[in-house]
Nanobody, 120 residues
Framework: QVHLVESGGGSVQAGGSLRLSCAAS????????MSWYRQAPGKEREFVSG???????TYADSVKGRFTISKDNAKNMLYLQMNNLKPEDTAMYYC??????????????WGQGTQVTVSS
């Protein structure tokens, strides 16, 4: 199985930045299957960003232009650079591995989450 561990969360003021990291371990994790989700208290978990192809990324409308997803295949690391953070971004952020046409593994794995809190 793929094991995912997020880090980099914290508390920042509106307009600030954070860089989240997700370390993936397992047998040759396929990084294209990885993505970011978030869940605020009392809300449904929502998609934040992922890879639509080997060269293209996709973002939720709410974060487009502010967040940037990236990966380091050699280190099996996934990142989420979050700029111009807003209070609405406050949530638990999760790293996820799911089925992707570029990946062989069709299972779904979740990290434990890392808390991001943005104050006004």
């Amino acid at each position: 199985q793929v094991h995912l561990v997020e880090s980099g969360g914290g508390s920042v003021q509106a307009g600030g930045s954070l860089r989240l990291s997700c370390a993936a371990s397992g047998y040759s994790p396929c990084m294209y299957g990885m993505s970011w989700y978030r869940q605020a208290p009392g809300k449904e978990r929502e998609f934040v960003s992922g890879f639509s192809s080997s060269v293209w990324t996709t973002y939720a409308d709410s974060v487009k232009g502010r967040f940037t997803i990236s990966k380091d295949n050699a280190k099996n690391m996934l990142y989420l650079q979050m700029n111009n953070l807003k209070p609405e971004d406050t949530a638990m952020y999760y790293c996820k591995f799911g089925p992707h046409y570029l990946c062989v593994d069709t299972s779904v794995y979740w990290g434990q989450g890392t808390q991001v809190t943005v104050s006004s």
